[in-house]
C-alpha cells in the first residue's frame, strides 16, 4: 500500500516536472511562432485583398470587397497569359536544363581521380552563387552595354541588348545556370559520393565500362535526388527570381514582352503603377496555382515512388 | 583501356575548367574595370586587357569615403544583427522540435512547413509590414521582413540535432537535473557546432546580399545598404537612359563615372570572395545537408 502512494507520488511528481520540463520547450517555440505569424500567416489571410478594391484609407482589411472584378481587369489585360507563359517557360527551361549541366558536372567531379582537382573546381563553381543579383547587374551591363559593352566591343557590333527582346530568353537562361549550377552540382556530388562504393566495384569486377557504371550505378543512385529537387523546383514553376528578371534587364521598358514574369508584374503593379487591384490578383493567381501544382506533383511522385516524396 | 582513361580524364578536366572560367572571368572583367582609367573605358569599353591601368576609382571613393562608407556600415550592422537574431530563433525553434517527447510536435512541425507551401506574396505582405507595423524606414525593414526565420532552415537544423545529438545524452543531463536551457545551452549547442557555423554562414551570406527589403522598405539614404546604394545607381542609369531618348539631353556622363559604378560592386563582393575560401568547407558541406530535404 504504502509502496503504491509512493508510486502515485513519484507518478505526480513526474508529470510536474514534464509540465515543467515541456513549459520551457514551449516558450522557446514562441519567439519564432510569433515571427512566422507574422511574417508568413497575416499576409496569408491578406490574400483576400485580391477581392476588394483597395483603399488607402481603410487599409487592407477594411476596404470594400470588389467581388472578381480585379480578376476580371486583370485576365482582359494581356499581360495576364503573357506573364504567365513567361514565368512557366523559363522556370521549365531551368529546370530542364539546369538539371542536366548540374547531373553533368556532378559525375564529372566524381569520374575525376585528382583529390585536389575535385576540390578546386567545387570551389571555383560556387563563386557565383555568392553573389547578389544586383552585383550580377553590373556584370551584365558590363558585357551588354551598347558603347562600352564587352559583347559588342569583341564582335564590333553596337547591338543595343537592353532593347532587343529576342536575346533575353537566351541571355536570362545563361545567367540563371551560371549563378546556380555550382550549388545545384554540389548537392547531386554529395548524393554521387554517397552511393555505395561496392555497387561500382562489383559493376568494374563484371567488366562494366565507365559509361556503363555511370549509367547502371551513378544515374540510378541519383534519381532520389534528381526527384526531390525538380519536384521542389515544380512546386516554384509560378515564382521566379524577382532579381533576375527585373533587376538584370535593367527593368528595361523594351524587354516586358521577354522578361516579365508574375513576380515582376506584381512589384511594379504594387510600387509604379500604384495598380493595388491587379497586382493582389495576380499575386493570389499565383499563390494558388503554386499551391495546387506544389500538391499534385507530390500527389504523382508519391504514387511512383514514395520515398521521395515531399510529405 | 588506360589509354582511354587518360582521354577521359583529360576531357573532363578540360570541360571543368572551362566551366571553372567561365564563373571566374566574369568577376575579372569587373574587378579589371573598375581599375581601367575612365578614358580608356569611354574608348574601348570594358576589357580584359585595357590599355590604361588607373587606381583613380578608388582613390575618388576614398576622397568621398562618406558615400560608400556608410552604406558599407550599415551592410555589416544589419549582416550581424540579423544574422545573430536568425540564429536564435531558428535555435530555439528547431531544438524543442527535436525532441521527440514533445507533445503536439507534428502540429508544430506542419505549422513550419506549410509556409514553404503556401505564401501571401509580396502584396499583403509588403501592406502589412509597412501600414500596421510601421517598418518602413527603420533598421526592421531592413532585418524582420522574410529574412529573419525560413522553414527550410528550421528543418535543417532540426534533423542536424536528431540526428546527431542522441537521445541517451539528453536524458542523461535531465536525471543529473539540468533544466532544458541549460541543455541546449550547455549540450546541445557545443555539439552542434560545424551546423550552426553553417547554418551562420548562410544566413550572414543572405543578409549580406539582400537588396530586395532595402527596395521595397527603405527610401531613406541613411539606411541605404551597398547593396541598395547598388540598385539605385542602377535605376538611375536607367531612369537617366529611358528620359535621354526622350529629351536627347541629360546624358549619363552626370552620374558616377562607370569605373566607379564597377569600383563599388567590386567592393561589395570583395568580402565575402576574401572570406569564402576560409568558409568554403562549411559552405560546401552545409549545401550538400541542406540541398537534400532538409
Known amino acids: 500500500m504504502k509502496k503504491h502512494a509512493t508510486a502515485i507520488k513519484k507518478d505526480r511528481e513526474w508529470q510536474k516536472f514534464r509540465y515543467k520540463r515541456n513549459r520551457i520547450l514551449y516558450l522557446m517555440l514562441l519567439p519564432g511562432t510569433i515571427y512566422l505569424i507574422i511574417n508568413n500567416y497575416i499576409p496569408m489571410a491578406g490574400l483576400q485583398l485580391a477581392f476588394k478594391k483597395y483603399d488607402y484609407a481603410q487599409g487592407m482589411w477594411k476596404s470594400p470587397w470588389a467581388g472578381f472584378s480585379n480578376f476580371v481587369y486583370l485576365f482582359k489585360t494581356k499581360d495576364a497569359w503573357l506573364m504567365t507563359r513567361n514565368t512557366i517557360c523559363y522556370n521549365a527551361a531551368f529546370i530542364a536544363l539546369g538539371t542536366l549541366l548540374a547531373v553533368t558536372v556532378a559525375i564529372m567531379l566524381n569520374e575525376l581521380k585528382n583529390r585536389l582537382a575535385k576540390n578546386i573546381y567545387q570551389i571555383f563553381i560556387l563563386i557565383p552563387y555568392l553573389i547578389s543579383m544586383v552585383v550580377v547587374s553590373y556584370i551584365g551591363y558590363a558585357f551588354l552595354a551598347t558603347d562600352a559593352g564587352f559583347l559588342n566591343h569583341v564582335t564590333g557590333g553596337s547591338t543595343n541588348w537592353y532593347g532587343t527582346p529576342g536575346a533575353w530568353p537566351f541571355i536570362l537562361v545563361v545567367i540563371y545556370l551560371w549563378k546556380s549550377f555550382g550549388y545545384n552540382s554540389i548537392i547531386y556530388y554529395a548524393t554521387v559520393i554517397g552511393i555505395d562504393g561496392s555497387l561500382y566495384e562489383a559493376a568494374t569486377i563484371d567488366g562494366a565500362t565507365r559509361w556503363q557504371r555511370i549509367k547502371h550505378v551513378t544515374l540510378p543512385g541519383l534519381k532520389g535526388t534528381i526527384l526531390t529537387l525538380v519536384l521542389l523546383a515544380i512546386g516554384k514553376i509560378f515564382y521566379s527570381d524577382f532579381g533576375l528578371f527585373y533587376r538584370v534587364p535593367m527593368n528595361s521598358g523594351l524587354l516586358y514582352d521577354a522578361t516579365m514574369t508574375i513576380d515582376v508584374y506584381v512589384y511594379r503593379g504594387l510600387t509604379q503603377l500604384n495598380d493595388i487591384g491587379r497586382s493582389s490578383a495576380a499575386g493570389f493567381y499565383q499563390s494558388m496555382l503554386c499551391f495546387a501544382v506544389i500538391l499534385t506533383a507530390n500527389a504523382i511522385v508519391r504514387k511512383i515512388d514514395r520515398e521521395n516524396a515531399l510529405f | ?294
Open chain 2, 1 to 294: 583501356m588506360v589509354e582511354n582513361n587518360k582521354i577521359q580524364q583529360t576531357v573532363f578536366h578540360t570541360v571543368l575548367i572551362l566551366l571553372t572560367l567561365c564563373c571566374v572571368l566574369p568577376f575579372l572583367l569587373l574587378f579589371i574595370s573598375s581599375f581601367t582609367s575612365e578614358d580608356a573605358l569611354i574608348r574601348n569599353g570594358y576589357s580584359f586587357f585595357p590599355q590604361e591601368w588607373s587606381i583613380a576609382t578608388y582613390q575618388y571613393l576614398w576622397n568621398n569615403i562618406s558615400l560608400i562608407g556608410h552604406g558599407y556600415f550599415m551592410t555589416i550592422v544589419v549582416t550581424v544583427i540579423g544574422t545573430v537574431c536568425s540564429l536564435v530563433l531558428t535555435i530555439l525553434f528547431a531544438y524543442p522540435l527535436s525532441r521527440p517527447d514533445l507533445p503536439y510536435r507534428n502540429i508544430v512541425s506542419f505549422f513550419v512547413f506549410f509556409t514553404m507551401l503556401f505564401n501571401g506574396g509580396l502584396v499583403p505582405t509588403y501592406l502589412m509590414y509597412v501600414n500596421t507595423f510601421h517598418i518602413k524606414n527603420t533598421m526592421f525593414g531592413l532585418i524582420v521582413p522574410s529574412l529573419l526565420m525560413n522553414a527550410f532552415y528550421v528543418i535543417m537544423m532540426r534533423t542536424y540535432f536528431t540526428s546527431n545529438i542522441h537521445d541517451s545524452l539528453i536524458e542523461a543531463a535531465r536525471l543529473d537535473g539540468a533544466g532544458e536551457g541549460k541543455i541546449l545551452v550547455q549540450l546541445v549547442l557545443p555539439l552542434s557546432k560545424p551546423m550552426i557555423s553553417t547554418l551562420a554562414l548562410m544566413v550572414g551570406l543572405g543578409y549580406w546580399n539582400d537588396w530586395m527589403n532595402g527596395m521595397y522598405y527603405i527610401t531613406d539614404s541613411r539606411l541605404y545598404t551597398i547593396q541598395n546604394i547598388l540598385n539605385n545607381m542602377l535605376t538611375n542609369i536607367q531612369f537617366l537612359a529611358s528620359s535621354s531618348e526622350i529629351t536627347g539631353g541629360a546624358s549619363i556622363a552626370d552620374l558616377p563615372s562607370v569605373g566607379i559604378r564597377m569600383a563599388i560592386a567590386v567592393i561589395a563582393v570583395f568580402p565575402v570572395l576574401c572570406v569564402y575560401p576560409f568558409f568554403q568547407k562549411s559552405l560546401i558541406k552545409g549545401i550538400a545537408i541542406g540541398g537534400v530535404k532538409g
